[in-house]
Each structure stands twice: as C-alpha cells, then as structure tokens.
C-alpha cells in the first residue's frame, strides 16, 4: 500500500491490483472513516478527498494502512443484462491482437458476467472486469466521436459509452440500452458492484438503434423572473456542487471562485451556499420583472441599471443592488479576473439536478447555460436589509497583463517526471491558452514538460486544481468540471487556498507554480502497534 499527496486535502492510496484495491474500497464503505468526504476508486488506486478539519491527514493514514485487504465484503450484486449488436469497427482487430476469430470474441464477450469495478470518464461509465478476460491495448489514436451505447474494450476492462465522446478503447459493438437517463430514479443504469452480462443481439437493424426520448422543457416562469436579453460568452447556474455521487461518475462541478459566490450571496441575505449565476467576460443582460435585490462580486465588472423610464446608474460589485419591475442590468466586460457571480434574494425558482443547481459543462448534467430569450424565474423574498454591506474581494482579480503566482502540491506521480521538468514546472512561465474552459485551463510553455516513465498509466482518479500532462507535455490545470478519473499522469496540483484565484485568471495570462514542498511518499507511522491502532476511529 503506497500513500501519495495529492492536495492539501486529498491523497491516492495506491495498491497491488484491482482486487486490492475493491478490497480497500469495501472496507472503507463498509466501516467509514469520519471526515472522509468523497471516494473515488479507480484501477489501483483511490482517490480519497478528506476535511483536514475533521481528520489529521497522518491519522488517516495510518487508519487506512491497517485495514484488512484479504477480503471483500459483500457488494450490491443487481444483474442488468445488455444487448449487444456485435458490428464494431474494431471487432477485427481485437480479434487479430486476441488471436482468435471475431465469432470467439463474440462468445466469450458473452459467455460469463462481468462486474462494475468502478465508475468514471464520464456519468453512467462503469468499468467491467472479469468476464471474457481479454487484455486489449487502447488504440494509439483516440477517435474524436465514439457514438452513445458503443461497446468497447481497453486493458483488461469493458465498457459501454453512455454518449458521444471523444475516446481511445477499442469499438466491438453498439446496445440500444440508454446507460445514462436523468429521467430515471437511478440515472446511472450501472453502479459498482452490478453484475453486468452481454447479450448477443444479432445484426443492427435496418433502421440503426432507437431513438431516446428527449427530457420535456421545464415550464417557463411566468411570475418573478429575469428576461434574458443577451446571455455573453457563458452563463450558467453554479452553488457549491453535487457531493456524493462518485458511484455514478458524477464529480461535484460547482462554481470556480467559490469565496465570490459566497460573498455574493451573503450581499443579499441568502444562504451562502445558493446558486449563483457565474458569468464569463460580462455580457449578461436581462430585464426584471418583479423586484428584487441582487449583487455581482468576483471579476471586477461594470454594472449598468437602465431603469423603465430611461435612467441609469452603475452600482458597485460587492454591493447590494435594488431592482424595480422593468429595470435592465447588464454586465461589461471585466476590468480584471473572469468570472462574475450574480447572486438574487430568494433564490432563483429552478428545479435541482441530483440535489444540485450547479451545471457540469462536461458531463453535461445540470440545467443548461442561459441563452437569449429564456425567463430565469426567482423567488419572492420578504422586504428587509442585506445581511452584509461590508463584502470585499478575497484577492485582487488578475488581468491578461499579470504573471500569477500559485502554490502547488507536488504529486501524486512527479516520479514519472524528469528531473528537469519538474523543476521547469515551477522555473518557467505557463500562459493561459484561449482552449481554456471550465473543464480545465490549457497552458503553453516554451518547453514542454517531458517524461521519464512512458508507460500506459491504468485510470486513476482526479482532483479539483490538477496539473495533468498529456503526451505533448503542455499540461492542463484541472478545473471544476474536469473528469472524474484520467489517463495521464499528474505533476502537482494548484493548492486549495489557490484554487478561487486560478479560476479567475484570464487568457493570456500568464502563471508561475510554487511548489509548497517537494515531492514525497506520505508514510504510515511504523511505531504505531496494532492495538494502537484499533483506538483509531
């Protein structure tokens, strides 16, 4: 068992193999740690996010280290059968590299269950091991569409696509079954522990696969409400995220600048954990109907109220704003930092997404990003003071101009880095690039950052604030919307006390990372004897 820093709240827990690390996985459902908040387990390792308030990061460990890894514990066994039209466009292939004929990989695909080890990549993708036993390398070239329902293969897993995406397993058939539907009380059809067998459903038929119902509009407010009259780059509804469904590869989202979000809703008398609308670059503007208080804070952006007779004026950020029945609010362009957070008294009258308003870009779950036209509905709140008038930003937002300066934590797999890319990590500048979003901010730098072990890393999980590096060495610093496990490794990662500021910074700008320390193995106390152990809780 290898203990690897991730964050100043986070650690991977490596292990043997698979077996071990289910093994891990069952013990700590089975019998939890306090101030373990969420789990991600992947195919050696976990991923364990912990409130370092609630537990002292070498007591966890040391609890973690003591824990049997011999047996498992019984899991959820549920059975889903899943038709398979076994047509693959890399059916042959796997064949020829299995060595046997395409009616074999047929046979055996279907011919014993497999079990959902873990979820990840994307919601409702579960990864099945056991079955067939096939090994089957991913394809040196990841497609850029692999379609909805396609059944695939990599390394000793299966697993069906839930929708169309971007991926690198191999394609040996398409179900019709829907993996992933919001709709259902249970939107993910597989969850660790399922048993999962195929089922050979002959050839696709003529008229292809089914289509889907398509969730209904939700209806349009036709009380308390904002206009949208121009939505700018990108505006979406944002609280503190959805915790608590990892088992569905469902990672938490949630606003990028959380302390502005917070301030905001403090401004209007909410609670600070609502929904805020998080907008990019301004552009916003909407007309009110009904009154209402809002507040804007984060990126330092102008604020003009047009009233219905034709006044205006311009309000500060971090302010209460007092709006009337007709008043138009629109945002421009910040003076610095990226992202705006409008915060409503009341709250804004729109139905939650598995317990959260927050929208996931990537994984495409929550409610959609606002667009001209739509009704924003609100709820009326009683008349009364602002709980706070005296909110002020938690940092200076940066500019373009600025070179920004964030703490990282070195790991989890610095070793599979040279030398001299991790010092150039922290020794050269990395600009923001314009492909940057809320999945996460693609850094340039004048040298890439270069690897000493080349070996296919098996899926792991990720965290908020990683620093991942893909094949070309420009690594991407995770952000609130980033996947819930990957296949590349991470250098370091943006310290929690950094992370607000690094979802502020704009394009162009450019970062500097301080590592907090070097990189090393955490450690289990050796001294502590086993029935010290048992006292830990």
């Given amino acids: 068992m290898r203990f690897l820093p991730v964050n100043l709240d986070a650690l991977l827990v490596e292990l043997a193999d698979l077996d071990e690390t289910l093994a891990l996985f069952d013990s700590l459902q089975a019998e939890p740690i306090a101030g373990i908040e969420e789990i991600v387990p992947a195919a050696r390792t976990l991923l364990i996010q912990y409130r370092p308030s609630a537990v002292d990061r070498q007591v966890l460990i040391n609890t973690i280290a003591r824990r049997d890894l011999s047996t498992r514990s019984t899991r959820e066994s549920r059975r889903v059968e899943i038709p398979v039209h076994y047509n ?22 279907t011919s014993a269950d497999y079990e959902v080890a873990f979820c990840g990549f994307a919601p409702g993708f579960g990864y099945l091991n056991g079955g067939a036993g096939f090994e089957v390398p991913r394809r040196q070239t990841p497609r850029t569409r692999i379609p909805a329902g396609a059944v695939a293969l990599a390394g000793n897993f299966s697993g069906v696509y839930p929708k169309a995406s971007p991926g690198g397993w191999q394609i040996i058939g398409v179900t019709p079954l829907q993996m992933w539907d919001l709709q259902r009380a249970e939107p993910a059809l597989l969850r660790p522990g399922f048993k999962v067998r195929f089922q050979d459903a002959g050839p696709l038929p003529a008229g292809g696969l089914p ?47 959380r302390g502005a979000l917070r301030a905001a809703n403090r401004v209007v008398g909410n609670a600070s954990s609502s929904a805020c609308l998080e907008v990019v670059l301004g552009g916003l503007s909407f007309v009110c109907h009904g009154r209402a208080i809002v507040a804007v804070t984060g990126a330092q952006t102008p604020v003009t109220v047009t009233t219905a007779g034709g006044l205006q004026w311009q309000p500060g950020n971090y302010q209460p704003i007092e709006l009337d029945d007709g008043d138009q609010v629109s945002l421009g362009a910040p003076n610095a930092g990226l992202r705006s957070y409008l915060a409503i008294r009341g709250g804004f009258a729109v139905a939650p997404v598995l317990g959260s308003l927050a929208t996931d ?31 002020a930003p938690a940092f200076s937002p940066p500019t373009a101009a600025d070179i920004v300066t964030l703490d990282v934590v070195m790991g989890p797999r610095s070793d599979w880095f040279t030398q001299a890319a991790i010092e150039r990590l922290s020794s050269q500048l990395w600009r923001v690039t314009p492909q940057s979003n809320r999945v996460g901010i693609r850094l340039a730098g004048e040298v890439p950052l270069e690897r000493r072990n080349h070996d296919e890393l098996p899926s792991e999980g990720t965290s908020l604030g990683a620093i991942q590096v893909p094949a070309s060495g420009q690594p991407v610093l995770f952000l609130a919307d980033h996947p819930l496990t990957g296949g ?27 590592p907090i320390d070097a990189f090393a193995d955490l450690q289990a106390d050796a001294l502590l004897s086993t029935a010290d152990a048992k006292e830990i809780p």
């Fill in 88 to 109: 693959g466009e890399d059916l042959d292939e796997v064949a020829g590299l299995l060595g046997i004929s395409r009616e074999e990989v047929i046979r055996r695909h």
């Fill in 211 to 257: 289509m889907h119902p398509q969730p209904t509009a939700s209806e349009t407010p036709t009380g308390n409400h904002l206009e949208i009259l121009t939505p700018g780059l990108q505006s979406v509804l944002q609280d503190l995220g959805r915790a608590g469904h990892t088992d569905q590869g469902v990672s938490m989202s949630g606003a990028l600048d």
């Fill in 361 to 391: 870009t990537l994984a495409q779950v929550g409610p959609p990003a606002l667009a001209a036209g739509d009704r924003l509905g609100f709820n009326a709140s009683a008349a009364g003071p602002s709980v706070s008038v005296t909110e």
């Fill in 488 to 514: 590349y490794p991470v250098i370091a990662a943006v310290a929690s006390h950094h992370l607000d500021l690094a979802g502020q910074i704009p394009i162009n700008a450019q970062i500097r990372f301080n």
